[in-house]
T-cell receptor
């Protein structure tokens, strides 16, 4: 079974600064997807960024980028130019890419990191 | 993302009562997933349904919990004889099909409180 670990329960950053959230995972599969989700106080789960394991290039979405280290099974999220609206709980998640399986919507989540942004 | 509708947003039940949580997926989506989020934890998969079929219920507790996704109407997660440990946020997600490229759309969850 896959596991996802977020070792930072809480992180804080000053507005306009950069912060990195850590995530490690364990799997025996070679093909999979990794995600970062944002959960603000409204509880809505918002997809921030997605990485396919077979792609060596790190995914980037505007101010959000990842550092994907497949051999180390590490998947960190970097938020540049932090904004007050970035304050939320952030979850790292894993999904198998097994063809034909029922696992496409079956995500394994980490415990989450609460991000505080100071003005 | 706002297309997945869950209701009620908050549900309070006393121990021993039944809880029924409803999820209307994005229009046209035929795949629904239920997740549970206990306090201070990440979301945990419970069940995956297609229209009128349960595909994967490996995350469902063996007793008191059931789920359905009828041909017409919303998906329902039903918890019988609730206990305090059932207090959690329950999330529904939907997708139009199952491929590795598909994005999951999440609802805003139902917060169940058991007194």
């Amino acid at each position: 079974a896959q596991t996802v670990t977020q070792s930072q329960p809480e992180m804080s950053v000053q507005e306009a600064e950069t912060v990195t959230l850590s995530c490690t995972y364990d799997t025996s599969e070679s093909d999979y997807y990794l995600f970062w989700y944002k959960q603000p106080p409204s509880r809505q789960m918002i997809l921030v960024i997605r990485q396919e394991a077979y792609k060596q290039q790190n995914a980037t979405e505007n101010r959000f980028s990842v550092n994907f280290q497949k051999a180390a099974k590490s998947f960190s999220l970097k938020i540049s130019d932090s904004q007050l609206g970035d304050a939320a709980m952030y979850f790292c998640a894993y999904r198998s890419a097994l063809a034909g399986g029922t696992s496409y919507g079956k995500l394994t989540f980490g415990q989450g990191t609460i991000l505080t942004v100071h003005p | 993302n706002a297309g997945v509708m869950q209701n009620p947003r908050h549900l309070v039940r006393r121990r021993g009562q039944e809880a029924r949580l409803r999820c209307s997926p994005v229009k046209g989506h035929s795949h629904v997933y239920w997740y549970r989020q206990l306090p201070e934890e990440g979301l945990k998969f419970m069940v995956y349904l297609q229209k009128e079929n349960i595909i994967d219920e490996s995350g469902m507790p063996k007793e008191r919990f059931s789920a359905e996704f009828p041909k017409e109407g919303p998906s329902i997660l039903r918890i019988q004889q609730v206990v305090r440990g059932d207090s959690a946020a329950y999330f529904c997600a939907s997708s139009p099909r199952i491929t590795g490229e598909e994005k999951l759309f999440f609802g805003s969850g139902t917060q169940l409180s058991v007194l």
